[in-house]
């Protein structure tokens, strides 16, 4: 935390990373509390790809709470910010109850800056990375200690998740007031070194319907949606051996029938969700085609509330992969970032065992990058998003 005039400006600063469900969380059973119809889980990616940075300060100056996203002021109103808010605040206060100085804190407004570093609402969990981060800078500034991925869910559902690296289970929980419904890391991001991923932004708009109103008229329409939520704990028990175990074929192909799933429960919705297009229905080929063309599960393919893909693989198949999805969806905006991928030239052969539809500029650019760990706190302040004059900087 930052003083450096010691006159009651307090300041911190934390980044959060981006995590992508393999078995995906749809649907809730308390829309407040956020809790929801089935356990859910995902694998955190790193973050010097995909993060969010939020810098939260508390100054006597300070006449009213405010916050920043992305470089404009939006309403703290926001019911969830509050929710979120109030939870951090009320557990700060029981831990601060006996130090008159330090309670003081709490009644100081506060500042709320967030950024992140790819494109929000386009299906890329931005919500996820953006709450986690600001549930773990506010637990930071108030010293609240302990369990806070419960925390983070009241933000979003998703954001529970993003409290851990590497590979984290959503339990679902049976309370009713949700203390039973956290985040649980089942493998640290060191287990399984050559896991990737790598992202195809296929659209960076911002999606039609979003995951809350998507996934509320799934529960009150869809009747496959009730054979989904009975067949999820097994899914659950079967994903998490599959991790522990390091068993790439049993993890991917899981992960591709849990989103087609989810994919298929949105269309069982009345009237339809429709997040997938004809181009990820073209990257589905693609992968089932490069898995068929070896006779080996190499790459996974799972697609959250948007036309983007993740693609699961492990980095000995990365040039493979990267090769046909640039050979194939060929674009003049195409550009890889993160770790470099080696170079790769597609034989006669691959070609002709792997044959989908050309579909140039379909593809936009590819985002690379590994298995992450949890958030983080920023110590330099020079990173912070707040300037000197304790304004946000943009
Ligand atoms: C498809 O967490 O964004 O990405 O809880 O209403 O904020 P709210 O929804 P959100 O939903 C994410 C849905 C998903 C699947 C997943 O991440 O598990």
């Known amino acids: 935390m930052q003083d450096p005039n010691n006159d009651g400006f307090l300041c911190v600063t934390c980044t959060a990373p981006v995590n992508i469900a393999v078995i995906k969380y749809w649907g809730k059973r308390n829309e407040k ?15 010097d790809e995909l993060r969010a940075k939020t810098s939260v300060a508390v100054s006597s ?28 605040k009320r557990r700060a206060r029981k831990r601060l109850s006996d130090s008159e100085n330090e309670a003081d804190l709490l009644l100081k407004h506060v500042h709320i800056v967030s950024e992140n570093n790819f494109p929000t609402a386009a299906g890329l969990a931005s919500s996820a990375a953006g709450y986690a981060c600001l549930v773990y800078s506010l637990a930071k500034l108030y010293g609240v200690q302990g369990e806070i991925s419960d925390i983070a869910r009241q933000g979003s559902g998703s ?9 984290v289970a959503w339990e679902k929980g049976k309370a009713d007031d949700g203390t039973d419904s956290y985040a649980v890391q089942i493998a640290p991001e060191t287990h399984w070194p050559e896991m990737r991923a790598l992202i195809l932004v296929v659209s960076d708009q911002k999606k039609d319907v979003g995951s809350t109103e998507g996934m509320q008229t ?13 067949g999820i704990d097994k899914k659950m028990k079967l994903m998490t051996q599959a991790i522990k175990e390091k068993d790439f074929p049993t993890f991917a192909k899981l992960t591709m ?26 990257i589905i080929q693609l992968v089932h085609s490069i898995n068929d063309s070896t006779g080996h599960i190499k790459v996974a393919y799972t697609f959250d509330a948007g036309p983007n893909a993740c693609l699961y693989l492990l980095e000995k198949d990365v040039p493979l992969v990267v090769s046909f999805v640039q050979h194939y969806f060929p674009s ?15 034989t006669s052969d691959d070609l002709e065992k792997v044959k989908v539809q050309p579909n140039p500029g379909a593809v936009k650019y590819i985002i690379h990058t590994k298995v992450g760990c949890g ?3 920023v110590t330099d302040p020079a990173e912070s998003l707040f300037s000197a004059n304790r304004k946000p900087k943009h």
């Not at 006449?63 to 019911?79: A, F, H, T």
């Not at 954001?159 to 590979?167: D, F, P």
């Open 33 to 47: 509390l956020i809790l929801p119809t089935n356990s859910s889980l995902s694998v955190t990616l790193g973050q």
């Open 61 to 88: 100056d300070f006449n009213e709470d405010k916050m920043w996203l992305n470089g404009k002021e939006q309403s703290i109103e926001n019911p969830r910010i509050q929710n979120v808010l109030k939870e951090i």
């Open 159 to 167: 954001a529970c998740r993003s409290i851990y690296g590497g590979y």
């Open 218 to 230: 799934t529960i009150s329409t869809s009747e496959l949606m009730q054979q989904r939520i009975q």
């Open 257 to 282: 029938q849990d989103s087609n799933q989810f994919h298929a429960v949105c269309l069982d919705t009345y009237p339809p969700v429709f997040y997938m297009t004809d181009v990820s229905r073209q």
């Open 332 to 346: 003049s905006t195409m550009h890889i970032t993160g770790p470099a991928v080696s170079e790769y030239t597609l």
């Open 375 to 377: 958030p983080q706190v």
